[in-house]
């Protein structure tokens, strides 16, 4: 299950003045000026080319040719988190009264097994598709939103038919369909392939699945590496992994990006402390006990991006020594041990590893 535009889907429903308008989630656009990017547009949004990822300005700049064009202006929104987590938790709740081993894949992604229902008659793809019909209207009723579900033999193939009919689709791929069903398919639909991996295949002619399937395991290996080997099966619809129901947390962090680009110590070294502050409350909110390596993040105004990190011995817990770790980690992009050119800095962020 796939939420439609998930993040302004919910600020669409949840204001009468947003009904039916293009809304925007993401940072503040500043008339143009707003730097960071799209979280998420709906799909009236999309209709002008605001899409997730987008920098905001440029989001900015398609409403204003929309509005040139006599069409309704977008609606930037701010994000609102504790909104959407509670919402997720709802959708979760709801799929499972219907069955017990549910994967929540992000915020706004799920995975579920239905495969009781091969105990079922014949019928039992048929069963499955009146189950998600289900929980698709009963989330529609709590929360207004729309979904899409894929249904198939396995999560590569339900992920991939939650994409086929959306918004508010459901696509149903019977085990002896799957291979066919990617035969056709740009070869940018199975998971995994990026606009580096499609390019070097568009090179050699290769644009739909079907024309990957003429590689041996051998080439994909050597053209990919060990991820090759695992491409030669999912273009061949087979997929073996899991669902997992909890999954583990790798870290927890924070990032800013600044309104201007900036080398100032006490303006960037204010906002530095209040993510630490932020990262660590969130530590303590977590259930975990301990952490073992603080990570800091500086991206540049050339968008190079520097990472540090640093094992903390004998830490003893405190707040106070945390943030006075993280800023020795970001004094030397002040200076020549880390920044020689005296470049500005457009993004810091911090967050901790190794949870325990």
Same mark, same amino acid.
């Given at each position: 299950?796939?939420?439609?535009?998930?993040?302004?889907?919910?600020?669409?429903?949840?204001?009468?003045?947003?009904?039916?308008?293009?809304?925007?989630?993401?940072?503040?656009?500043?008339?143009?000026?707003?730097?960071?990017?799209?979280?998420?547009?709906?799909?009236?949004?999309?209709?002008?080319?605001?899409?997730?990822?987008?920098?905001?300005?440029?989001?900015?700049?398609?409403?204003?040719?929309?509005?040139?064009?006599?069409?309704? !202006?977008?609606?930037?929104?701010?994000?609102?988190?504790?909104?959407?987590?509670?919402?997720?938790?709802?959708?979760?709740?709801?799929?499972?009264?219907?069955?017990?081993?549910?994967?929540?894949?992000?915020?706004?992604?799920?995975?579920?097994?239905?495969?009781?229902?091969?105990?079922?008659?014949?019928?039992?793809?048929?069963?499955?598709?009146?189950?998600?019909?289900?929980?698709?209207?009963?989330?529609?009723?709590?929360? /207004?939103?729309?979904?899409?579900?894929?249904?198939?033999?396995?999560?590569?193939?339900?992920?991939?038919?939650?994409?086929?009919? /959306?918004?508010?689709? =459901?696509?149903?791929?019977?085990?002896?369909?799957? !291979?066919?069903?990617?035969?056709?398919?740009?070869?940018?639909?199975?998971?995994?392939?990026?606009?580096?991996?499609?390019?070097?295949?568009?090179?050699?002619?290769? /644009?739909?699945?079907?024309?990957?399937?003429?590689?041996?395991?051998?080439?994909?290996?050597?053209?990919?590496?060990?991820?090759? !080997?695992?491409?030669?099966?999912?273009?061949?619809?087979?997929?073996?992994?899991?669902?997992? !129901?909890?999954?583990?947390?790798?870290?927890?962090?924070?990032?800013?990006?600044?309104?201007?680009?900036?080398?100032? &110590?006490?303006?960037?070294?204010?906002?530095?402390?209040?993510?630490?502050?932020?990262?660590?409350?969130?530590? =303590?909110?977590?259930?975990?006990?301990? &952490?073992?390596?603080?990570?800091?993040?500086?991206?540049?105004?050339?968008?190079?991006? /520097?990472?540090?990190?640093?094992?903390?011995?004998?830490?003893?817990?405190?707040?106070?020594?945390?943030?006075?770790?993280?800023?020795?980690?970001?004094?030397?992009?002040?200076?020549?041990?880390?920044?020689?050119?005296?470049?500005?800095?457009?993004?810091?962020?911090?967050?901790?590893?190794?949870?325990?």
């Amino acid at each position: 299950m796939d939420m439609d535009a998930f993040f302004a889907s919910l600020e669409e429903a949840g204001s009468e003045i947003f009904r039916g308008k293009p809304i925007v989630v993401g940072s503040d656009p500043k008339d143009g000026q707003g730097r960071g990017v799209v979280s998420t547009a709906n799909y009236k949004a999309r209709e002008y080319g605001i899409k997730s990822a987008l920098p905001i300005s440029r989001a900015w700049e398609l409403s204003q040719k929309a509005k040139k064009e006599g069409k309704p !202006e977008a609606i930037f929104v701010q994000p609102d988190f504790e909104r959407y987590n509670k919402a997720h938790d709802e959708i979760l709740g709801t799929i499972k009264k219907y069955c017990d081993l549910v994967e929540p894949a992000s915020i706004d992604e799920f995975y579920f097994d239905l495969s009781f229902l091969e105990k079922k008659p014949a019928e039992g793809w048929d069963y499955a598709v009146e189950l998600c019909k289900k929980i698709k209207k009963e989330i529609k009723e709590k929360l /207004k939103v729309t979904c899409s579900v894929g249904i198939g033999p396995n999560k590569l193939i339900a992920k991939i038919a939650a994409g086929i009919k /959306k918004p508010d689709g =459901l696509f149903l791929v019977e085990a002896d369909e799957a !291979e066919k069903f990617l035969e056709l398919l740009p070869i940018r639909e199975i998971p995994g392939i990026g606009p580096k991996t499609e390019k070097l295949f568009n090179d050699k002619g290769v /644009k739909i699945v079907k024309d990957l399937k003429g590689f041996s395991k051998e080439e994909l290996k050597e053209a990919l590496g060990k991820w090759g !080997e695992a491409l030669y099966s999912k273009i061949r619809a087979i997929d073996d992994s899991p669902i997992v !129901e909890n999954r583990e947390v790798k870290s927890i962090g924070e990032q800013a990006t600044f309104p201007c680009d900036s080398r100032d &110590f006490i303006y960037i070294g204010q906002v530095f402390e209040n993510l630490c502050k932020g990262v660590f409350k969130s530590f =303590l909110q977590s259930g975990f006990k301990e &952490f073992k390596t603080v990570v800091i993040v500086v991206r540049f105004s050339d968008f190079e991006t /520097k990472t540090t990190a640093k094992t903390l011995k004998n830490f003893t817990g405190k707040e106070k020594e945390f943030r006075l770790e993280t800023m020795k980690l970001l004094l030397p992009y002040f200076d020549k041990r880390k920044n020689p050119r005296r470049k500005l800095i457009r993004l810091i962020g911090v967050r901790l590893e190794k949870l325990k």
